[in-house]
């Protein structure tokens, strides 16, 4: 007889305080993975292997209810996130706000730049923020943009306005794996390469809210304090909020 063997990690997960959640529900159509539901007049986490521990929940949450803590749980299953969508697939055409289909009309210009006009403003390599070094000299005493993987194919200008004087890091916190290590990075940035400020750049999407929790987490962690920047950008490249926070 063959047992299934259960792996259990420590990683970050929601918790629920049952005490402050009052069951408004506004936390369920922003956790795209269905790991919410109402149950007894209650948010409640169904499944461990369903939420990502992103917490894009977080901010819909009018109570302060939920919040993110570090506990041994099972592993995040995306397989498993997708067989529990399959009925909302069937009975709608969109079951997540970040992957709903949308055709973006492009405005008609007479006049094109060469690219010899647009320059790119990048200063540096390697980006990703699993590959960047937070000791590279580029990074010390320098205006940092870290920026979502989508954002530069949505803002036209995106070198000219917002690249141009930054160290630029790129990260996706719904894809990347092990964004615990971001989190060490963006520490080593604020206290060792003392950069100046930092310019987060996310998508309208809920999961890309895990990117702005991924630095608040760094600047609870880090012994001096940093000017921080939201920008937060729609599919069409419109700028929707841009607020230090």
Known sequence: MYTLKVFIVKRDII???????????QCIPNCHEGALQII?????????????????????????????????AEPFDEKA??????????????SCPGSMERVIAAPVSLHRA?????????RQWPVQMHLINPGASYFRNADMLLAADCVAFS??????RYLKGHSLAIACPKLDHNTEIYV??????IDIARVNTI????????????????????IARASRKVPVKQVMISASGAVLKAEWV
């Open 15 to 25: 918790k629920i305080d049952e005490e402050k959640c009052n069951g408004c529900g």
């Open 155 to 160: 803002v036209g200008d995106f070198h000219s």
């Open 199 to 218: 310019t987060v750049m996310i998508m309208e999407v809920p999961c890309c809210g895990g990117l702005m929790q991924l630095v608040r987490a760094a």
């Open 81 to 94: 996130v997708m067989q529990a969508q399959v009925p909302k697939y069937v009975h709608s055409e969109s």
């Open 184 to 189: 060490d990075k963006l520490t080593a940035l």
């Open 40 to 72: 007894d007049g209650k948010a409640r986490l169904v499944s461990d292997v369903l939420c990502d521990g992103l917490g894009a929940c977080l901010g819909h949450c009018p109570e302060g209810a939920i919040t993110v803590e570090q506990r041994d």
């Open 114 to 122: 060469p690219a010899e006009e647009s320059p790119s403003e990048l």
